[in-house]
């Protein structure tokens, strides 16, 4: 496994943000496990525990050849934080043979120093900023110190990439997105990390999602439930009043499992294999 990246999904996705989903598709890969345990994590079965298929660097780049060739926008590798040390060889070697943005879509709990080696590799951010302190990380996220690494990691990708830039079709093509989840009963929380954001930068593109849904019978109070549209409302108020200005909201109605993709690792296999025939008729 050593060398190895678990993957498990890629395809074309739909549902992020206008400018990274555009008309065609984000070309998404989904990894399979996460340096965090998020209780109310909506992707559980892939990331509590390791799944998916070992694919070699060689492998996962036929599939992001593929997935441009696919017509996707972009490519969009979904929590790639456990892997960020093999990063650097794997988008070296793709940015070789594709012309399309990287997107590092992630937990935000990132190594400062592994970030520091995709400078020029990755075109886009999309970190979530989740705990606007790190107790509310230890309790949910079995993590005891997200805030603090989450700030140093986003001031770092700003610093990468201080600008977003989108094309004529206002998809994105270089930048920083910064996604925050409002969930239920939390709402103290999300104007910590809006203000933290803010005093960032007020230019930020943030995302304020509020797709959340019980994924597990058994969770605790207040994560039981879904969020209320007063509550959102007021967490998009607060956005406005806190100076920031550039924001994509969601509807409530997003807060269904029918938005989890389907993890039926017989769909990466056959992704798999037409990524291999696709490469060996290109050489
Ligand atoms: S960081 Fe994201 S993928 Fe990882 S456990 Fe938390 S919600 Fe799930």
Request: glycine content about 8%; proline content about 5%; charged content about 25%.
């Amino acid at each position: 496994m050593e060398g190895k990246f678990l993957v498990a999904r890629a395809g074309l996705h739909f549902w992020e943000e206008p400018p990274i989903s555009g008309t065609k598709g984000s070309g998404t890969v989904f990894f399979g496990g996460c340096l965090l345990k998020c209780v109310y994590c909506q992707n559980y079965k892939i990331s509590r525990k390791p799944y998916g298929m070992a694919l070699t660097g060689e492998q996962l780049t036929d599939i992001i050849c593929y997935l441009q060739d696919c017509g996707a926008h972009n490519i969009n590798l979904v929590t790639p934080s456990h892997y960020i040390k093999l990063m650097p060889k794997l988008l070296e070697n793709a940015k070789k043979r594709i012309s399309i943005p990287i997107l590092y879509n992630c937990g935000g709990y990132e190594n400062l120093e592994g970030l520091k080696r995709l400078d020029g590799l990755v075109d886009i951010y999309l970190p979530d900023f989740k705990y606007g302190n790190n107790a509310l990380g230890r309790k949910y996220s079995g993590i005891s110190d997200y805030f603090d690494v989450a700030c140093a990691a986003l001031a770092e990708m700003r610093r990468q990439q201080p600008d977003c830039v989108f094309d004529s079709d206002g998809i994105m093509q270089r930048g920083m997105l910064v996604r925050h989840l409002v969930l239920p009963g939390m709402l103290v929380n999300s104007k910590k990390v809006l203000k933290c954001i803010a005093d960032l930068d007020k230019s930020l593109y943030v995302s304020l999602m509020c797709q959340y849904f019980p994924p597990r019978k058994e969770l605790p109070s207040p994560l039981n439930r879904r969020l209320t549209q007063a509550e959102y409302d007021n967490i998009c108020y607060f956005f406005d009043s806190c100076g920031l200005s550039n924001g994509f909201t969601q509807e409530l109605s997003s807060a269904t499992e029918d938005y989890v993709p389907d993890f039926d690792l017989d769909l990466l296999k056959e992704v798999l294999d037409k990524s291999t025939s696709f490469s060996d008729k290109k050489e």
